[in-house]
T-cell receptor, first 108, second 115 residues
């Protein structure tokens, strides 16, 4: 089946710093999403981005489907950005396959 | 976006008992819902696909007799963990989409602890 790899696995930032999270996938996908899992386990939808670039406040994402990767940019990080960021791809049908995640900790 | 609600958010049960978890699509109809399991500090693993009006499709290695799924209506899917054991303790989360290949929305998750 399709493989979804995220990097880095862990990231520690000082508040105010910028970061880039990467998601590589091994086969063509129908769609791609980025999620933030908060400390209570809730998955927050960040971006639904099969291709192109989107921005939402301090966050933006770019997916280059032809090269099978997506990037999530976090600018001016805040302590509330801490948590796990997941990339998930949609294969044929409804299935959503998750990467292993990037665990982010933002220090005050 | 669409809203998916999951209940309960936390449950503690005794070994050998069964636990039912509900997943509801509040503002849309979902012919298909998905159930995931997440162990501490790990990713989400798809357990099964719940199909309204028909049998669920289970991923390889998931015991269908242990994890019973019922999708009796277009807005409700249930996951019953039967004869629960401590190794079934985990975070269970459901998802649904408005239609094929569109954005997936997730419930709040259920943290199950079997003692």
């Amino acid at each position: 089946g399709i493989q979804v790899e995220q990097s880095p696995p862990d990231l520690i930032l000082q508040e105010g710093a910028n970061s880039t999270l990467r998601c590589n996938f091994s086969d063509s996908v129908n769609n791609l999403q980025w999620f933030h899992q908060n400390p209570w386990g809730q998955l927050i939808n960040l971006f639904y981005i099969p291709s192109g670039t989107k921005q939402n406040g301090r966050l933006s994402a770019t997916t280059v489907a032809t090269e099978r990767y997506s990037l999530l940019y976090i600018s001016s990080s805040q302590t509330t950005d801490s948590g796990v960021y997941f990339c998930a791809v949609h294969t044929g049908g409804f299935k959503t396959i998750f990467g292993a995640g990037t665990r982010l900790f933002v220090k005050a | 976006g669409a809203v998916v609600s999951q209940h309960p958010s936390r449950v503690i049960c005794k070994s050998g008992t069964s636990v039912k978890i509900e997943c509801r699509s509040l503002d849309f109809q979902a012919t298909t819902m998905f159930w995931y399991r997440q162990f501490p500090k790990q990713s989400l693993m798809l357990m099964a696909t719940s199909n309204e009006g028909s049998k669920a499709t289970y991923e390889q290695g998931v015991e269908k007799d242990k994890f019973l799924i019922n999708h009796a209506s277009l807005t409700l899917s249930t996951l019953t963990v039967t004869s629960a054991h401590p190794e079934d303790s985990s975070f269970y989360i459901c998802s649904a989409s408005l239609s094929l290949n569109t954005e997936a929305f997730f419930g709040q998750g259920t943290r199950l602890t079997v003692v």
